[in-house]
C-alpha cells in the first residue's frame, strides 16, 4: 500500500484547518461588512493573466513570503481582481507571487530571491483600490511594472457597473514594489 504523498497530505492539513485558496473574483452579490472590518481590495491587470497573491511581510525594503500556499489565484474580469481578503496591515501585507497570462505555457513571472514584487496592505473596514500592475517581458521572463494609467475613478467606475454594493469611498493605497528574499 502506497503512502499518502507530502502535497496531498499538505493539501488536505491547509483544507481541515480553514486554509483556502481564492479561485474567482468577489461574487458581486457577497456581503460585505465594513462595520465588521471586512477587507476588500481591487486591483487592475494588464493584460489578462492569473494571478497568484500570497501573505508576506515587508521589512527594510525587502519582501518575505510568509505563506506556504497562495491565498488567491484568479484572472481579472473586465481588468480588474476583485477580492476579500483576511485584513493585513502594518509590515503584514500581500505580495504578487506569481502572474501567468492568459494561455497555456510561455513566461511567467514567479517570485524568487531579489525579484521586485508588488505588495499592497488589505485595511479593515474598507474597500481599497491597490493600483495595478502591467507584465513587462524580458527575454523569455517577464517582470511586474507599476501600471501608472488606471486611475482610482476609473476603479470606481468598474465597481459601480459590476459590484455595486462596493462603490463608493473607495480608498486608494497604491502597491509599493518590495526586493524578496526568495521564493514562496
Not at 4 to 24: E, T
Not at 78 to 98: A, D, W
Amino acid at each position: 500500500m502506497r503512502s499518502p504523498s507530502l502535497l496531498a497530505v499538505s493539501a488536505l492539513v491547509g483544507l481541515v484547518s480553514g486554509c483556502a485558496i481564492q479561485f474567482s473574483n468577489l461574487d458581486p452579490a457577497a456581503k460585505i461588512s465594513r462595520e465588521q472590518g471586512d477587507a476588500v481590495v481591487v486591483l487592475a491587470v494588464k493584460p489578462r493573466s492569473r494571478v497568484s497573491l500570497f501573505e508576506g511581510v515587508g521589512e527594510g525594503g525587502r519582501w518575505s513570503c510568509k505563506s506556504s500556499f497562495n491565498i488567491a489565484n484568479v484572472f481579472p474580469e473586465n481588468g480588474f481582481v476583485v477580492l476579500k481578503l483576511k485584513p493585513r496591515e502594518g509590515n503584514m501585507n500581500y505580495g504578487i507571487g506569481q502572474v501567468l497570462p492568459d494561455g497555456i505555457g510561455g513566461a511567467r513571472f514567479i517570485v524568487h530571491g531579489n525579484a521586485v514584487v508588488p505588495v499592497f496592505h488589505a485595511p479593515p473596514g474598507r474597500v481599497t483600490f491597490v493600483g495595478g500592475i502591467v507584465l513587462a517581458r524580458h527575454g523569455g521572463s517577464l517582470s511586474i511594472k507599476p501600471d501608472e494609467v488606471t486611475t482610482v475613478e476609473e476603479a470606481e467606475q468598474f465597481l459601480r457597473s459590476s459590484y455595486p454594493g462596493l462603490a463608493g469611498g473607495v480608498d486608494n493605497d497604491p502597491l509599493v514594489f518590495l526586493r524578496a528574499d526568495g521564493g514562496c
